[in-house]
């Protein structure tokens, strides 16, 4: 058979991950072609056979949900022709949105085909599965957008940030903050179980964070990395507060010696209060022969407030991290934690139709009253439109009213938008160390 450019008919499949009848060790080949399709899109090698089984496990025990779109009938000299032309997958955590815990729909692996563009794959993967999702009941999806035009077009908008930071710990780290409860270098063994303890609870106190799926905990114990095999060069080191009680960790590897200057990279730091993370990094800073750590951490960042000298502190990069989708935005706003009382009428445009409406929303006391509005509008009560997207990127508060405003996707008087930014703006930026 010769190549045609004729475009053929396309099917969609979605399963769970698998493995073979009779084998729980070999995972079905319809779930091995659809992760070789992954790899191909991210450009990553192909899975080595022996971490095929640790990943199919822990998909299935994330309860992802794998979307593959295929052609059949592939010319001779085609790669696999049995793999998906285009790939999807989607799973579910709780979201902490400032009031509460809110599950949200997560999408991931998301790729197709440089040879299928232009075929709508994307578009039909995308809205039928947000379609699929609002049905389901769930009020948000997410995602972290490799590509950041594609996604907002599909209404998503980047609702938390992070930053890259360098520290010079050259002389050890001196720290204004009086020492609070002990850090000790934890038992690899042990934080499998202990770390998402600990994530639990930083969780629930943290305003964008995101529940994780099961590699995270693998990763705290050293039993994972970039690939399901054993981390000989992590450590780990666990904070315990004034009852004894674990409310932080950090994992970290030192890079090779001939890394200049000598580094230390975290790799992980989960902790439930600004205490138990200063506490941790006072514990990084006095690690012998170190000279320079690198991390991940928040936008506003109370550590280099707490040096003796801020300018060991160095950030060297933010990117956008979380980004979200309303699918139902009256549920997301009564899960919605306020810092300030107020009302006002929020009026959401979605080009998809998923969260277009018009809401009355009344907080007094941090809780919000949610009121679907028709044509008609309450008098004396400010008025805002908001594009999707825009939604997304206020809900948390990671990006502020009047600079939305500025860049055109909310719409309103000048005082509307001080109302809007009385709202929505929060003191402390959200921020969410999951990936997925």
Request: net charge negative.
């Given at each position: 058979?010769?190549?045609?450019?004729?475009?053929?008919?396309?099917?969609?499949?979605?399963?769970?991950?698998?493995?073979?009848?009779?084998?729980?060790?070999?995972?079905?080949?319809?779930?091995?072609?659809?992760?070789?399709?992954?790899?191909?899109?991210?450009?990553?090698?192909?899975?080595?056979?022996?971490?095929?089984?640790?990943?199919?496990?822990?998909?299935?025990?994330?309860?992802?949900?794998?979307?593959?779109?295929?052609?059949?009938?592939?010319?001779?000299?085609?790669?696999?022709?049995?793999?998906?032309?285009?790939?999807?997958?989607?799973?579910?955590?709780?979201?902490?949105?400032?009031?509460?815990?809110?599950?949200?729909?997560?999408?991931?692996?998301?790729?197709?085909?440089?040879?299928?563009?232009?075929?709508?794959?994307?578009?039909?993967?995308?809205?039928?599965?947000?379609?699929?999702?609002?049905?389901?009941?769930?009020?948000?999806?997410?995602?972290?957008?490799?590509?950041?035009?594609?996604?907002?077009?599909?209404?998503?908008?980047?609702?938390?940030?992070?930053?890259?930071?360098?520290?010079?710990?050259?002389?050890?780290?001196?720290?204004?903050?009086?020492?609070?409860?002990?850090?000790?270098?934890?038992?690899?063994?042990?934080?499998?179980?202990?770390?998402?303890?600990?994530?639990?609870?930083?969780?629930?106190?943290?305003?964008?964070?995101?529940?994780?799926?099961?590699?995270?905990?693998?990763?705290?114990?050293?039993?994972?990395?970039?690939?399901?095999?054993?981390?000989?060069?992590?450590?780990?080191?666990?904070?315990?507060?004034?009852?004894?009680?674990?409310?932080?960790?950090?994992?970290?590897?030192?890079?090779?010696?001939?890394?200049?200057?000598?580094?230390?990279?975290?790799?992980?730091?989960?902790?439930?209060?600004?205490?138990a993370r200063l506490e941790l990094w006072r514990y990084l800073g006095s690690i012998d022969l170190v000279e320079k750590i690198t991390a991940s951490a928040p936008v506003v960042d109370p550590l280099p407030w707490a040096l003796a000298d801020r300018r060991r502190y160095r950030i060297t990069g933010v990117e956008d991290a979380l980004w979200l989708r309303a699918l139902d935005p009256a549920a997301m706003l009564r899960a919605r934690g306020f810092e300030a009382d107020g009302e006002l009428v929020l009026d959401i445009a979605d080009p998809?139709?998923?969260?277009?409406?018009?809401?009355?929303?009344?907080?007094?006391?941090?809780?919000?009253?949610?009121?679907?509005?028709?044509?008609?509008?309450?008098?004396?009560?400010?008025?805002?439109?908001?594009?999707?997207?825009?939604?997304?990127?206020?809900?948390?508060?990671?990006?502020?009213?009047?600079?939305?405003?500025?860049?055109?996707?909310?719409?309103?008087?000048?005082?509307?938008?001080?109302?809007?930014?009385?709202?929505?703006?929060?003191?402390?930026?959200?921020?969410?160390?999951?990936?997925?």
């Amino acid at each position: 058979m010769t190549a045609e450019t004729t475009q053929t008919a396309l099917r969609t499949e979605r399963f769970g991950a698998g493995f073979t009848e009779g084998d729980p060790q070999r995972p079905d080949e319809r779930t091995s072609n659809w992760l070789e399709a992954v790899n191909v899109g991210f450009h990553d090698p192909n899975w080595d056979p022996a971490h095929l089984a640790s990943i199919v496990q822990a998909y299935v025990a994330d309860g992802r949900t794998l979307t593959g779109v295929y052609e059949d009938g592939a010319p001779e000299h085609a790669w696999n022709p049995n793999a998906p032309v285009a790939t999807y997958a989607t799973m579910s955590h709780d979201l902490n949105a400032g009031a509460g815990l809110l599950p949200a729909h997560q999408i991931t692996s998301v790729t197709v085909r440089p040879t299928h563009r232009r075929r709508r794959i994307l578009t039909n993967m995308m809205t039928e599965d947000l379609r699929s999702a609002k049905q389901g009941g769930f009020a948000v999806a997410a995602l972290f957008a490799s590509e950041a035009v594609i996604y907002g077009r599909f209404g998503f908008g980047a609702a938390t940030a992070e930053a890259m930071v360098e520290l010079d710990v050259r002389g050890r780290l001196e720290m204004r903050t009086a020492p609070s409860g002990t850090t000790v270098l934890a038992d690899l063994a042990r934080m499998e179980k202990l770390a998402p303890q600990v994530f639990a609870r930083h969780l629930e106190g943290t305003r964008g964070a995101l529940g994780r799926q099961v590699g995270y905990a693998k990763r705290a114990a050293g039993l994972w990395g970039d690939v399901p095999e054993k981390q000989k060069e992590v450590r780990a080191a666990v904070h315990y507060d004034a009852a004894g009680t674990p409310d932080g960790y950090v994992t970290y590897r030192f890079l090779p010696w001939e890394t200049e200057p000598h580094t230390l990279k975290v790799l992980d730091l989960v902790a439930v209060d600004d205490t138990a993370r200063l506490e941790l990094w006072r514990y990084l800073g006095s690690i012998d022969l170190v000279e320079k750590i690198t991390a991940s951490a928040p936008v506003v960042d109370p550590l280099p407030w707490a040096l003796a000298d801020r300018r060991r502190y160095r950030i060297t990069g933010v990117e956008d991290a979380l980004w979200l989708r309303a699918l139902d935005p009256a549920a997301m706003l009564r899960a919605r934690g306020f810092e300030a009382d107020g009302e006002l009428v929020l009026d959401i445009a979605d080009p998809l139709g998923l969260a277009q409406g018009r809401w009355l929303l009344q907080v007094s006391g941090s809780a919000a009253v949610v009121t679907e509005l028709g044509n008609e509008l309450p008098q004396d009560v400010p008025v805002l439109e908001a594009d999707a997207a825009a939604f997304a990127s206020l809900y948390l508060g990671g990006a502020a009213a009047s600079v939305l405003a500025s860049a055109g996707g909310i719409r309103g008087s000048a005082e509307a938008v001080r109302a809007l930014g009385r709202l929505f703006d929060v003191a402390r930026p959200p921020y969410c160390s999951t990936h997925f």
